[in-house]
């Protein structure tokens, strides 16, 4: 097999100066495998790691020849579930944390064991920018050495589109991470040289970005994504009690919608639709912790700062003036998260809590979630994602 077709970085990669096995190793662990697991490019070297499979997962994908660069099987987590600081909001009603006071649901009925994970994303639909969240969503847990979150996907045919775009990006990153290996390659393997004409300031970025693109190559290597097409499905295990549910795609502030890119005009599904596809998904409706990584999912205008009385201001609802007139208050416009909330209720689910974030999501950040706001000043910093989250109820009527 040419090295390019392994599912790892090639020899002259600066991955292996930092690896506890050598290219060599690699290849010879690949070649091992059963036949199944090399045509499914599955990487031995990321086979055992902590976060990429559990023991149901090596069994699955020795079966499963359409398993690919991770197990197709949920990763098993061990964190405890913390409620947090901010309080649970409905167009500023605070939301008591029952599922705090509840005990953990008791094991479902044999071949329906709850995943045993506290974080699992879900992908309502699939296209480049979901993937790059689905991964981006975890690049702080892979650096904080933190089990990564699964991903479940509609049906077979957006876990085949999903692989699919999969191994477009892993090309993509295993070509970025071989700039400086061949930059110094040209100076004849002398890094000394390389840095004497790159200038020690170019070389240094150039080595931190080619360790950034290593790292996101293993954290999109090792994901785990799962089709809820399965019986029974993926999202029917998950614990209302101890799970909790991260909903990809992007968002507007006040919109009523989640869509594939971030200007608002592809792949669009409504809040109605989305939950439509975790009931039919067989989603359990005592479920509680519903989370929405969309760009301003706690806005119903942008806000103008992360000031308290900005973000106050930016999650108020807007009512329809002429309803004012006669003293009554209809909505016109609110945050996704609540829009998101109303809309499980109205399936019958029975206390969700939805948790939206303020301001715009920075996909790749290294060590947490952040969010900035589009017109920041260049003074302006990002902020931790959990510091500016609002946790939604049911609207009052």
Excluded at 242 to 261: C, Q
């Amino acid at each position: 097999m040419n090295n390019y077709d392994y599912p790892f970085p090639p020899p002259e990669s600066m991955y292996w100066a930092h690896s506890s096995w050598s290219y060599d190793e690699a290849v010879a662990k690949f070649e091992a495998q059963p036949e199944s697991a090399k045509k499914s490019g599955l990487n031995p070297l990321k086979s055992k790691h902590p976060s990429a499979v559990v023991e149901r997962g090596r069994q699955q994908a020795q079966a499963n020849a359409q398993s690919q660069a991770s197990a197709a099987n949920p990763i098993t987590g061990a964190q405890n579930t913390q409620a947090g600081s901010s309080q649970a909001t409905a167009s500023g009603t605070s939301a008591s944390q029952s599922s705090a006071s509840r005990a953990q649901q008791a094991t479902a009925q044999a071949g329906n064991t709850p995943l045993q994970t506290q974080g699992v994303i879900y992908a309502p639909f699939v296209s480049e920018d979901i993937v790059d969240m689905a991964f981006a969503e975890n690049i702080g847990r892979f650096t904080n050495k933190k089990p990564l979150y699964p991903v479940i996907v509609k049906d077979d045919n957006d876990k085949t589109n999903f692989e699919r775009l999969r191994r477009l990006k892993l090309k993509e990153l295993k070509d970025d991470t071989e700039v400086l290996p061949n930059i110094i390659k040209s100076y004849k393997g002398s890094i000394t040289e390389t840095k004497k004409n790159l200038g020690e300031q170019k070389f240094n970025q150039a080595l931190k970005n080619s360790q950034r693109f290593l790292t996101h190559y293993d954290v999109l290597n090792q994901l785990s994504v799962i089709s809820n097409s399965a019986t029974p499905s993926e999202l029917s295990k998950l614990s209302p009690e101890s799970s909790k549910l991260y909903i990809l795609g992007h968002g507007l502030a006040g919109s009523r919608g989640f869509f594939s890119d971030e200007n608002g005009i592809t792949g669009a599904l409504t809040v109605e639709q989305v939950v439509e596809q975790l009931v039919s998904g067989g989603i359990d409706k005592q479920f509680i912790d519903f989370r929405t990584l969309a760009c301003y999912s706690a806005d119903t205008t942008e806000p103008k700062s992360f000031a308290e009385k900005d973000l106050h201001k930016a999650e108020k609802p807007k009512y329809l003036w002429k309803y004012k007139l006669i003293g009554k208050k209809k909505i016109d416009e609110q945050p996704l998260g609540q829009y998101l909330c109303d809309a499980l209720h109205k399936h019958g689910f029975q206390q969700p809590i939805v948790t939206g974030y303020h301001g715009a999501g920075v996909m790749f950040s290294d060590k947490h979630h952040s969010r900035r706001l589009n017109k920041q000043s260049p003074s302006s910093k990002d902020v931790r994602a959990s510091d500016v989250k609002t946790r939604f109820i049911k609207t009052p009527k």
